[in-house]
């Protein structure tokens, strides 16, 4: 059985960062991509950022050149490496990977960001 354990997420002011973890575990291999999502209160959810088994990234306009994704195979890991967060960056952040035909997400964590 696959799990994903999350970590990182908490209260910090503008302009201030945070650092997400998102950690697999299970008999899990050769993970394909891994992802974050958000959701805001009465808001859609969002996809934040992915990082492909190749290592190629991609974001959202929201957020990009502010956050990073970033993996690490050998742990099975994956990260969002949050700078500059804004008000409107509040929201839960659920990971998300997919591992053969399936996809798995973590449990949210919640990241406040205070003007």
């Known amino acids: 059985q696959v799990q994903l354990v999350e970590s990182g997420g908490g209260l910090v002011q503008a302009g201030g960062s945070l650092r997400l973890s998102c950690a697999a575990s299970?008999?899990?291999?050769?993970?394909?991509?891994m992802g974050w999502y958000r959701q805001a209160p009465g808001k859609q959810r969002e996809l934040v950022a992915t990082?492909?088994?190749?290592?190629?990234?991609d974001y959202a306009d929201s957020v990009k050149g502010r956050f990073t994704i970033s993996r690490d195979n050998a742990k099975n890991t994956v990260y969002l490496q949050m700078n500059s967060l804004k008000p409107e960056d509040t929201a839960v952040y659920s990971c998300?990977?997919?591992?053969?035909?399936?996809?798995?997400w973590g449990q949210g964590t919640q990241v406040t960001v205070s003007s």
């Open positions: 299970g008999n899990i291999f050769s993970i394909n991509a």
């Open positions: 990082v492909t088994s190749g290592g190629t990234t």
């Open positions: 998300i990977i997919y591992w053969g035909r399936s996809e798995y």
